[in-house]
């Protein structure tokens, strides 16, 4: 899988992170890995050229908060049901499979996916996910104060 980074800066896109701390989940880093680089590269695809991605990910008391928040056209209500419909895109190149795949990721990790969009005003995705306490066992999303993506070759907390 390719860098995110590149594919980032090739479409001309800014993406600014907020990470608070270290977050630990029961999800593996495959599957976290998943979940926002899918997020991620929608956001991306949508803003276009000079747009602007803002990825944040934070603890709170009961479990990790992932968001995922874009200045691109934004989504119809009829569009915010369908994205998660296997198949359905609105890409010429896209095979519709990105969203599914996060939704059923998120649910089966026991976390949240809610989705806030408006046409003409951008979109946010709010991931929640169960918090666990730091064990040997437990993995680590990865994110680090100072560089919260290094050893991955994706975006990713």
């Known amino acids: ?5 590149g594919v980032a800066q090739t479409a001309g896109v800014c993406v600014e992170t907020r990470i608070t701390g270290e977050l630990h989940t029961s999800a593996t880093q495959a ?3 998943s979940i926002v680089w899918n997020l991620i590269k929608n956001a991306v695809e949508a803003v276009g050229k000079g747009g602007r991605v803002r990825v944040g990910a934070q603890a709170a008391p ?3 908060r992932i968001v995922v928040d874009d200045d691109g056209p934004g989504m119809g209500s009829t569009h915010q049901t ?5 198949y359905f895109t609105t890409k010429a190149t896209g095979s519709g499979l990105g969203l599914p795949l996060v939704r059923h990721l998120i649910t089966r990790l026991g976390g949240e996916l809610v989705v806030e969009s408006e046409l003409g ?3 946010r995705m709010v991931v929640s ?3 666990v ?3 040997h066992d437990t993995v680590s999303s990865g994110v680090r104060q100072r560089h919260p993506f290094r050893g991955l070759h994706v975006l990713l907390m």
């Open 1 to 5: 899988m390719a860098n995110f980074q």
């Open 31 to 33: 599957e976290l890995r």
């Open 62 to 64: 009961t479990h990790i």
């Open 82 to 86: 369908q994205a998660f419909e296997p």
């Open 121 to 123: 005003r951008g979109t």
């Open 129 to 131: 996910l169960p918090l």
């Open 133 to 135: 306490e730091s064990r």
